[in-house]
Nanobody, 124 residues
Framework: QVQLVESGGGLVQAGDSLRLSCAAS????????MGWFRQGPGKERECVAV????????YYEDSVKGRFTTSRDNAKNTVYLQMNSLKPEDTAVYYC?????????????????WGQGTQVTVSS
């Protein structure tokens, strides 16, 4: 049974940092591309960051480039999203997703497995 469990969300002020974690089980983690998505109030779920299985390739959505960094520890079956200089518009539920691929996947329809999400709220 595949499980993705996010943690690390919370309420912070603008300019603060948070690190989200996503622990995976039930998959050969290093063979999976991992994506981070977010869904703000009244908005579509969007991809903000992706990292391939070896960590060799990453992708960032334009609005988070230079502020967010994704990384992974394959020995711990965990992927991270370091979020710096947070803005109120980053407020959303953040989800991690996994799919068995060597490619950078940026569409939600490309991911087979999803976590339950963690709330990030940034106050101004």
């Amino acid at each position: 049974q595949v499980q993705l469990v996010e943690s690390g969300g919370g309420l912070v002020q603008a300019g603060d940092s948070l690190r989200l974690s996503c622990a995976a089980s039930g998959i050969t983690f290093s063979r999976y591309t991992m994506g981070w998505f977010r869904q703000g109030p009244g908005k579509e779920r969007e991809c903000v960051a992706v990292i391939t299985g070896t960590g060799a390739m990453t992708y960032y959505e334009d609005s988070v480039k230079g502020r967010f960094t994704t990384s992974r520890d394959n020995a711990k079956n965990t992927v991270y999203l370091q979020m710096n200089s947070l803005k109120p518009e980053d407020t959303a539920v953040y989800y991690c997703a996994a799919d068995r691929s060597f490619a950078v996947l940026t569409s939600r329809t490309q991911y087979h497995y999803w976590g339950q999400g963690t709330q990030v709220t940034v106050s101004s």
